[in-house]
């Protein structure tokens, strides 16, 4: 048995979307379930991603009970990047709990002071004394990266400049150049406003289906998540070996090391797409976030299963791509990954 | 082996104070709601499907699965359908302060309404205080298109 995705359904990626959370999530779950031609009642159960410390509250989940059509149904709420939700729903597919599962996540970067938000999700007797949040965390890793590699501060520029570039027409920011990016003000050096994806509200909501394995549409195949030490000090902080170890999960479930097309890393910081290509040996014919990945908006919670969205689209075009890769990440520093191989069959 | 919090050393706790400010959209249901009361007019939001009429209004049915849109007038009486007399201060959203205890909270249905509004009764004395008792709004004089134009619910004699 396999795991198609039916449907796919997003709003956003919007800077200060002036809606409530489930006036932006209704959007995305009715769009995924229209594409689906499925109505609410043939939904048998609902996974969502949400973080309550970015919402602001105890049990985020609450505030889309309704949107989600969860009422009087099974719901499991994922703390973690919407694609470890994906992950959980296509586990309670392949289990044969349930035939039909919707798939939720969204964040709402506009809602308080993101960054400093993220301060309050780190050890509270050591590091948020210092005032540490993720993007000092990022800045630590993308310094360790650029110590010994004199050319990585250009190489992230480009990397940005052209995701920005490709992002500019749907995304939440303008193109610039790499020369842009590196006359930006630093953040947390070597990190610069512009090598950063720009933070933006929105929801993500696909449907899951038990299907054939010839089926026709977009499968999810291997997955695989991961769980570093919380402590930086407890990592190598050169690369993403959480990934390593997920990928290596979910080519062992995949069965096959399939040849992939495209791939949708969560790089919220340009950095981060060297450690996304070590940790999976990238082939360098796959194509890397065509639409600009996060640098279109990143979304928080929501990334990850918006990276799923993007590579089922990318899947479903026009250019005969056969397989390709999403990529969720959460916590300081990549400290949690997930990721998942999609094929269309 | 647990501390004594009186005798803790500061080496065993480290205070922590959490002071963050999260910005909610309330969405377009509960705009129109607060500008109502504003004119000391309380709408809510009936079902096509099951024909509930949500109080607070809700954009959307969870059990029909069905948008919301039909907008119908609530009076501002109704009746007491559960009540509470708290002891336990719990600080005022509305004021930072401690509210004075005790005092009454109530689960209200309002007439034309088919869910209750949690709110302050006027009443804390348990003893005059009964499920089934009618209730009416006390407006604030100067009404503000806020939840608390409503200042509490008080027993109509």
Redesign the interface.
């Known amino acids: 048995m396999s795991v198609a995705v039916a449907g796919v359904g997003e709003s956003g990626p919007a800077l200060d979307d002036p809606r409530s959370i489930p006036e932006i999530v209704l959007e995305a779950v009715e769009e995924a379930l229209q594409e689906a031609r499925l109505g609410f009642d043939s939904v048998d159960a609902v996974v969502t991603a949400s973080v309550d410390l970015l919402d602001g509250l105890t049990a985020s989940n609450i505030a889309v009970t309704e949107v989600v059509g969860a009422v009087l149904k099974p719901e499991t709420r994922i703390a973690a990047d919407g694609l470890v939700a994906a992950i959980h729903g296509s586990c309670l597919v392949r289990a044969g709990a349930y035939e039909t599962v919707l798939v939720v996540a969204h964040g709402k970067a506009s809602l308080g002071p993101y960054w400093e938000l993220t301060s309050w999700a780190l050890d509270p007797i050591f590091l948020q004394p210092l005032g540490l949040d993720f993007l000092a965390c990022a800045g630590l890793q993308a310094r360790a990266l650029a110590e010994d590699d004199a050319a990585a501060e250009q190489r992230w520029a480009r990397i940005a400049a052209e995701r920005r570039r490709a992002a500019a027409a749907h995304g939440v920011a303008p193109a610039c150049t790499a020369e842009d990016v590196l006359a930006s003000p630093a953040v947390a050096s070597p990190l610069r406003r512009e090598s950063c994806a720009p933070l933006a509200d929105g929801a993500t909501a696909i449907v899951l289906r038990a299907a054939g394995p010839a089926e026709p549409g977009v499968h999810l195949g291997g997955v695989g998540f991961d769980l570093s030490p919380h402590a930086l000090g407890e990592r190598e902080l050169t690369e993403w070996d959480g990934l390593r170890r997920a990928w290596a999960r979910a080519l062992a479930v995949h069965g096959t090391r399939p040849t992939l097309d495209v791939a949708e890393p969560s790089c919220v910081f340009a950095y981060e797409e060297d450690l996304f290509r070590h940790a999976l040996e990238l082939d360098p014919g796959t194509e890397v976030s065509p639409g600009g990945g996060l640098f279109a908006g990143f979304v928080p919670v929501a990334a990850g299963l918006s990276r799923l969205a993007a590579v089922v689209r990318a899947l479903r075009g026009p250019g005969g791509l056969r397989a390709g890769v999403a990529h969720g990440t959460w916590g300081p520093a990549g400290q949690g990954q997930a990721v998942a191989i999609l094929e269309a069959a | 082996m647990r501390a004594d919090p009186g005798t803790a050393t500061p080496a065993l706790s480290?205070v922590?104070e959490?002071r963050?400010?999260?910005?909610?959209?309330?969405?377009?249901a509960?705009e129109r709601f607060l500008a109502g009361l504003a004119e000391r007019r309380i709408e809510a939001l009936r079902c096509g499907g099951c024909g509930r009429r949500y109080l607070p209004p809700?954009?959307?049915?969870?059990?029909c699965?069905l948008?919301l849109s039909d907008w119908v007038p609530v009076r501002d009486e109704g009746t007491l359908d559960a009540w509470t007399v708290v002891h336990l201060p719990i600080v005022d959203a509305r004021t930072g302060e401690p509210r004075p205890v005790p005092y009454g909270m109530g689960l209200i249905r309002l007439d034309g309404a088919d869910t209750t509004l949690n709110h302050y009764l006027a009443e804390a004395d348990p003893d005059r205080l009964a499920i089934g008792l009618r209730v009416r709004a006390v407006w604030r004089e100067e009404l503000r298109g806020a939840l608390d134009d409503i200042l509490h619910f008080e027993v109509v004699p």
Not at chain 2, 20 to 28: E, K, N, P
Not at chain 2, 58 to 63: I, L, N, Q, W
């Open positions: 480290v922590h959490m963050l400010t999260w910005r909610y959209a309330s969405g377009t509960m809700r954009p959307f049915c969870g059990r699965r948008r």
